[in-house]
């Protein structure tokens, strides 16, 4: 085997090897593989990243799960409240895959400033809301405090901060629609304690974030009443099962939906990105795989009276096939190296430096994402060196047809 391989190395580095018929084709496989593996990397990396960040997004607004009455499935707002005194809350302990729990409840409104006005949905969240989930997308100001007191400090996104002239610490006032047309519509003043932007419009354009209390008050809600519940779960990629053990663990009044189902298109339009990687996937290793067939054929032609001499001095036909697999494994190395290379660094640029912006209106995200994991790295570099390497076995068997005694004369 070594003087295989050390007769395969002589193929690559022989003196005539920059001057042979061969050396652009070989330049122009090892590209291939490089393009290819580049493309690859990146197809994944981005493709995978948006399919995360999107549903963490969705995740961080709405929950895995949403736990309501019937009657609320329907509306964007709550009608009929739920008592907090469940099983489930503030512990869903009967679904170990349930990491957290958090009551919530919302109320149509309108906010009037001087120069404009913006019809929002108010999300009222207590001391038992998760922040962590919100906090990277914080622009300025703070998170607000609603572990003690009722405040008026509220959350509103940069999109309707830009759309009502709003900044940090500016106050503003909010008149809520009551379910009697013929009452009056309740106001309630509201200071900016921080600025978010998701990067998801359907949330960004419509909700502000504030205390739950108000609209208990509001609503003539007793203090254990809530509008909803949003539960987390451990596993996203198990959310289907997930979903099925909480609604039989809820009451029979109650129902379950989880974001997949509530934001149905938006996870629809995530799944085509599966069948785009596959289809890029499957055209490059195509490409490099073809590349390197003609790579190594013309390699055996040009280099027929070396396999003539090989097998005149004994070697098998075996033998002499894999001194040109060898071969043509060190171009596939080559070229999986620059790709590689080339492929991580420009994730590292995106990952660091965002340069790649995306319109959030069409992609939820402001930047494209990128998911670097070394595992399926090392998964497309074996996959294109095993299906290179199977496929390179139909042309190197060519050389079995070559008579030793016409190969020596060959010219």
């Known amino acids: 085997m070594n003087?295989?391989?050390?007769?395969?190395?002589?193929?690559?580095?022989?003196?005539?090897?920059?001057?042979?018929?061969?050396?652009?084709?070989?330049?122009?496989?090892?590209?291939?593989?490089?393009?290819?593996?580049?493309?690859?990397?990146?197809?994944?990396?981005?493709?995978?990243?948006?399919?995360?960040?999107?549903?963490?997004?969705?995740?961080?607004?709405?929950?895995?799960?949403?736990?309501?009455?019937?009657?609320?499935?329907?509306?964007?707002?709550?009608?009929?409240?739920?008592?907090?005194?469940?099983?489930?809350?503030?512990?869903?302990?009967?679904?170990?895959?349930?990491?957290?729990?958090?009551?919530?409840?919302?109320?149509?409104?309108?906010?009037?400033?001087?120069?404009?006005?913006?019809?929002?949905?108010?999300?009222?969240?207590?001391?038992?809301?998760?922040?962590?989930?919100?906090?990277?997308y914080l622009v300025s100001g703070k998170l607000p405090?609603?572990?003690?007191?009722?405040?008026?400090?509220?959350?509103?996104?940069?999109?309707?901060?830009?759309?009502?002239?709003?900044?940090?610490?500016?106050?503003?006032?909010?008149?809520?629609?009551?379910?009697?047309?013929?009452?009056?519509?309740?106001?309630?003043?509201?200071?900016?304690?921080g600025i978010f932007n998701s990067g998801f419009q359907d949330f960004d354009a419509t909700y502000i974030i504030g205390d739950?209390?108000?609209?208990?008050?509001?609503?003539?809600w007793k203090p254990d009443q809530v509008g909803a519940f949003e539960v987390f779960v451990n596993d996203f990629t198990n959310i289907k099962n997930i979903g099925n053990q909480v609604y039989q663990q809820t009451s029979s009044t109650l129902d379950t939906k989880t974001?997949?189902?509530?934001?149905?298109?938006?996870?629809?339009?995530?799944?085509?990105?599966?069948?785009?990687?596959?289809?890029?996937?499957?055209?490059m290793i195509l490409v490099a795989t073809i590349n390197m067939v003609v790579a190594l054929l013309v390699l055996i032609l040009e280099r027929v009276q070396m396999i003539g001499i090989l097998k005149a001095m004994g070697a098998n036909n075996w033998a002499v096939r894999k001194i040109f697999l060898y071969n043509a494994f060190y171009l596939i190395v080559r070229g999986l190296f620059w790709g590689n290379l080339i492929g991580i660094s420009l994730l590292l640029v995106q990952q660091h430096l965002g340069i790649i912006k995306l319109n959030p209106e069409n992609y939820y995200v402001n930047q494209a994402p990128v998911y670097l994991n070394l595992g399926y790295i090392l998964l497309l570099n074996l996959l294109t060196i095993t299906v290179c390497l199977?496929?390179?076995?139909?042309p190197s068997y060519i050389i079995t047809k070559i008579s030793p005694v016409k190969a020596i004369r060959f010219d």
Do not use: C
């Open 3 to 136: 003087l295989e391989y050390f007769i395969a190395r002589r193929l690559i580095t022989a003196k005539d090897y920059k001057s042979s018929i061969s050396a652009p084709i070989i330049k122009i496989a090892i590209s291939a593989i490089a393009i290819g593996m580049v493309m690859m990397i990146v197809s994944i990396a981005t493709g995978i990243g948006l399919q995360q960040k999107i549903r963490e997004k969705v995740s961080a607004f709405n929950g895995h799960i949403i736990i309501s009455n019937y009657d609320n499935n329907q509306s964007a707002v709550t009608l009929i409240p739920i008592s907090k005194t469940q099983d489930f809350y503030p512990k869903f302990t009967s679904v170990p895959a349930v990491s957290h729990v958090q009551a919530i409840a919302s109320k149509a409104g309108i906010i009037r400033t001087e120069n404009a006005f913006e019809g929002i949905i108010f999300k009222g969240v207590g001391n038992d809301y998760q922040w962590s989930h919100i906090k990277e």
């Open 145 to 193: 405090d609603f572990s003690k007191n009722i405040n008026q400090e509220v959350l509103v996104s940069q999109f309707l901060a830009n759309r009502l002239n709003l900044k940090v610490g500016s106050f503003f006032n909010t008149f809520f629609i009551k379910e009697n047309q013929n009452q009056l519509p309740s106001i309630r003043r509201f200071k900016v304690a």
């Open 212 to 220: 739950i209390r108000h609209i208990q008050h509001i609503n003539r």
């Open 259 to 283: 974001i997949i189902e509530k934001y149905s298109y938006i996870f629809e339009w995530l799944k085509l990105f599966d069948f785009n990687i596959v289809i890029i996937l499957v055209i």
């Open 390 to 394: 199977l496929v390179l076995l139909i």
